[in-house]
């Protein structure tokens, strides 16, 4: 019953409400206007990003966590005054989560997407109901292509105990057409060892370094996107890549094909222009896909990622963990999930974490290992 009763908990706080995705708005303009401004339009950033078809939506997580107690989570006189098993406000830098002795997302289910985690500094520790598991950051990206369902937990250990242990990753929520809504869960690693940096210098000398996690780039090819994803068709265009550019410098990214949806996140520093039009601080730019475009660091460093893709173009409606194209399909999701849960959950606590020691691993559902010791 203990079990059941947490299931039930667990699928509470995760279904947030149905809801139709809609996609964001076409703007037409006329040729001369497209010459003069390939920006569509700016939106600011909160915590989660709005993103257009064939993305869901993007997190960004940035917390600076503390030092670790010894078992990978803060000290319990941190904890007090939170909301634990529910703590998303941003106090003292830092968030429990659905955590309430190691940060992150224990146990839960998805069904009909794929995320991409992109962790750009700490670890995080997944496990799942396929028996896969691993430990991955700094620089590493993993893909879990979600389809008929599976559960997973996301944690983030705390593993330094004589120092802070900062934390920044993208989860991004990519939509799988409706002929892949039902295909076999999977995951793979993008090691960060394996993952291009396409690096250039302006006129000036200053230095844009881009890392091609998906979508190849000025002869830059990333590795394989999973069999079943929408990425792995070339027709789809899709395209997540991620800009550091040294402050005052000038980069041109390159025009693709027309009728794509192309987000520039510019997520950090000051000053950016596309085209010597300002972006505001923390907002994202929707530009034209078929425009090459000129971006012009500020005084700081500024960073920007891109999310680019051909649109599924279907109706999309979820429910929480749940991303499907009828309401009929939704409470059928349910209705499995209730009766299967997705397999289950293989491993000893809802908030599977790796130990003190353990590198950057992978094991995967049959079997297969990668030890990366780093």
């Keep these: 019953m203990a079990n059941e009763n947490s299931r039930r908990e667990m699928l509470r706080k995760l279904a947030l409400g149905i809801g139709v995705a809609v996609a964001a708005p076409q703007i037409i303009r006329s040729e001369n206007e497209m010459e003069k401004d390939p920006i569509i339009r700016q939106r600011a950033l909160g915590f989660q990003w709005e993103t257009m078809d064939p993305f869901l939506f993007c997190a960004h997580h940035d917390d600076h966590f503390p030092k670790g107690n010894g078992t990978l989570g803060p000290e319990t006189a941190l904890l007090k005054g939170r909301d634990i098993g529910q703590d998303f406000l941003l106090r003292d830098g830092w968030?429990?989560?659905?955590?309430?002795?190691?940060?992150?997302?224990?146990?839960?289910?998805?069904?009909?997407?794929?995320?991409?985690?992109?962790?750009r500094t700490g670890m995080v520790d997944h496990a799942d109901s396929m028996g896969a598991?691993?430990?991955?950051?700094?620089g590493d990206v993993q893909w879990m292509t979600a389809g008929s369902g599976v559960n997973h937990s996301e944690m983030f250990p705390l593993m330094r105990t004589d120092a802070d242990n900062p934390m920044e990753l993208f989860q991004i929520w990519l939509n799988l057409p409706a002929r892949n809504k039902m295909v076999n869960p999977h995951f793979k690693m993008l090691w960060a060892e394996k993952i291009p940096h396409l690096v250039e210098r302006d006129s000036e000398g200053r230095v844009t370094e881009v890392e091609v996690m998906t979508g190849a780039l000025k002869g830059n090819a990333p590795p394989t996107p999973p069999p079943d994803s929408w990425a792995a068709d070339p027709a789809s265009h899709v395209a997540v890549w991620n800009i550091r550019m040294e402050a005052g410098a000038r980069w041109e990214?390159?025009?693709?094909?027309?009728?794509?949806?192309?987000?520039?996140?510019?997520?950090?520093?000051?000053?950016?222009t596309v085209n010597g039009k300002p972006v505001a601080d923390y907002h994202a730019a929707d530009v034209l896909s078929e425009m090459s475009v000129t971006l012009t660091a500020g005084?700081?460093?500024?960073?920007?990622?891109?999310?680019?893709?051909?649109?599924?173009?279907?109706?999309?409606?979820?429910?929480?963990p749940f991303v499907m194209n009828t309401r009929e399909e939704i409470r059928q999701t349910f209705e499995e999930y209730q009766r299967t849960q997705f397999g289950g959950w293989p491993w000893p606590r809802k908030d599977m974490v790796h130990g003190n020691t353990r590198g950057r691993f992978a094991r995967h559902a049959d079997g297969r290992e990668e030890d990366m010791r780093g």
């Design 95 to 119: 968030r429990m989560y659905h955590g309430d002795k190691v940060p992150g997302f224990p146990y839960h289910p998805h069904r009909g997407f794929e995320t991409i985690t992109v962790v």
């Design 133 to 138: 598991a691993g430990r991955y950051g700094n």
């Design 253 to 272: 990214l390159p025009a693709a094909v027309a009728g794509l949806n192309r987000s520039l996140y510019f997520y950090l520093g000051n000053g950016l």
């Design 299 to 320: 005084p700081t460093e500024c960073r920007i990622l891109v999310l680019q893709g051909r649109p599924i173009g279907e109706p999309v409606v979820q429910h929480g």
